[in-house]
C-alpha cells in the first residue's frame, strides 16, 4: 500500500475513532436555547393568559410577551460533541452542569422547585400590578413548605396562615425564625394558625379567615451548616387575598422570571386604553411585591427568542443589561427596567413615539 494511501487511512481511522469517542464521552455541561415566548395578552392553548372576574376589564392590544429558555434536563448526560456544536452555535449556551442544577439536584427536585417559583411569581405579580393601581391587597404570613421528617410534619401544612407563636403576632416570614429561635432546643413553641382549607375557602369567597386553632410542636436542634439552633422544620412565605379574582392560566413554565411580565399585562386589562399602542413589546424579570424589579438566567437566549417571533422593543432588568447588551439581536431595543414604574414609563414613551428617550442598555466597559 502506499505511503500516502496509508497516511490517508490512518488519519481517517484516526478521525473516525475520535468522532466515536466524543460521542460516547460524557461531559459536565448543559445547554440553554431560546424557548417559547407568550403573549401575556392574548391566548394560550385556547384560553386567555389572564383571566379577570369580580372587576371592569379593558381591551388590550399589541403584545407583552413573556419569554422562556429551554434547558437539557439535570438527568441529561451531554457528549463531547454535543458541547462542542453547542459552542459554536450562536443561539445556544453551553454552561456546566452545576450552573442550572447545584448541589446534584435531580430533575424532580428542580421541577419542584421551579413550580413554586413560579407560582409565587404569579402572587407577586397581582400583588405589584393591584399595588400599583392602588387597589388594597391583604397579605398573610404562611407555612411555605414543611419538611420531611421534622417535628412539624403532620402538625403543620403548607398554606397555613401563622398568625402568632407563643402568642406573639407575626407580620413577616422572617418573624417566624425569630421567635422560634428564642427556645432551646427541645422546648415547646406554640403555632396560633388558620389551617389551610379555611385559609382556602375564604380566599374563595373574598372574605377573611377568622377561626383559629393552636398547635404545640417540640422544637429540635438544627443540622445544616448555620448556627446551632431550634427548628421546627417549616419555612414561611406570604399569601395574598384579593378584591377579585386574577387567575393565570399557563402550563408548562417554571421560575420566577415571568413576574414583571404578567404584572404588565394584569394592569394593562385593568386600565382603560393599552400600554403598548400595539407594539410588540416582549421582556422578562422577576417582580417582588413591592414592584422590584430582579435579574434571571439566560437573557441572551430569550433575548433572540423574542426578536424571533418579531419583538421590537425588550424589557430587561437593570442587573441583566451588560449581558444582553453584549449581542443584542438587529432590530431590537433592550429597555433598562428597575421596577414596575420605569416598565410602565417606557411603555408611555413607546406608545407615544417618544421611544429614543427610554432608558437603554449598553455595554459597560
Not at 105 to 115: F, G, L, V
Not at 205 to 218: E, F, G, L, V, Y
Request: charged share 20%; hydrophobic share 40%; aromatic share 4%.
Amino acid at each position: 500500500m502506499p505511503r500516502r494511501t496509508a497516511t490517508m487511512l490512518a488519519s481517517t481511522l484516526m478521525l473516525i475513532a475520535l468522532l466515536c469517542a466524543g460521542v460516547f464521552l460524557p461531559v459536565p455541561y448543559s445547554e440553554m436555547s431560546p424557548g417559547p415566548t407568550v403573549n401575556t395578552l392574548g391566548e394560550h392553548d385556547g384560553e386567555p393568559v389572564l383571566q379577570i372576574s369580580g372587576h371592569k376589564t379593558y381591551p388590550t392590544t399589541g403584545h407583552l410577551n413573556m419569554t422562556t429558555v429551554r434547558v437539557t434536563s439535570a438527568d441529561y448526560r451531554m457528549n463531547l460533541v454535543e458541547a462542542v456544536y453547542g459552542w459554536l452555535a450562536h443561539d445556544d449556551k453551553i454552561v456546566p452542569h452545576d450552573t442550572l442544577y447545584p448541589d446534584g439536584k435531580t430533575e424532580e427536585q428542580s421541577t419542584q422547585e421551579n413550580a413554586e417559583e413560579f407560582s409565587q411569581s404569579q402572587e407577586s405579580a397581582k400583588v405589584a400590578a393591584l399595588k400599583e393601581l392602588g387597589v388594597p391587597v391583604r397579605s398573610w404570613v404562611i407555612v411555605s413548605t414543611v419538611i420531611k421528617g421534622t417535628p412539624a410534619q403532620g402538625k403543620l401544612h403548607a398554606g397555613d396562615v401563622i398568625k402568632a407563636v407563643d402568642g406573639t403576632a407575626v407580620k413577616q416570614p422572617a418573624d417566624v425564625a425569630k421567635l422560634v429561635t428564642k427556645h432551646k432546643p427541645g422546648q415547646s413553641v406554640v403555632f396560633t394558625i388558620v389551617p389551610a382549607k379555611e385559609q382556602a375557602a375564604a380566599k374563595k369567597a373574598h372574605r377573611t379567615a377568622t377561626a383559629t386553632k393552636d398547635i404545640t410542636i417540640t422544637t429540635k436542634q438544627s443540622d445544616d451548616s448555620g448556627a446551632k439552633r431550634a427548628i421546627v422544620g417549616i419555612s414561611a412565605g406570604t399569601d395574598h387575598t384579593f378584591p377579585f379574582t386574577v387567575d393565570i392560566k399557563l402550563a408548562d413554565v417554571g421560575g420566577p422570571s415571568a413576574g414583571l411580565m404578567f404584572a404588565l399585562g394584569i394592569y394593562d386589562k385593568l386600565t382603560p386604553g393599552d400600554l403598548t399602542g400595539g407594539k410588540f413589546v416582549a421582556g422578562t424579570g422577576t417582580i417582588d411585591d413591592d414592584g422590584k424589579v430582579g435579574p434571571i438566567g439566560g437573557v441572551e437566549m430569550k433575548t433572540v427568542g423574542a426578536r424571533g417571533k418579531g419583538a421590537q422593543y425588550f424589557l430587561t432588568p437593570a442587573d441583566n443589561c451588560a449581558a444582553a447588551a453584549k449581542d443584542t439581536p438587529a432590530g431590537l431595543t433592550l429597555v433598562k427596567v428597575n421596577t414596575i414604574g420605569d416598565a410602565l414609563d417606557a411603555l408611555k414613551d413607546i406608545r407615544s413615539g417618544k421611544a429614543a428617550d427610554v432608558p437603554k442598555c449598553t455595554v459597560k466597559g
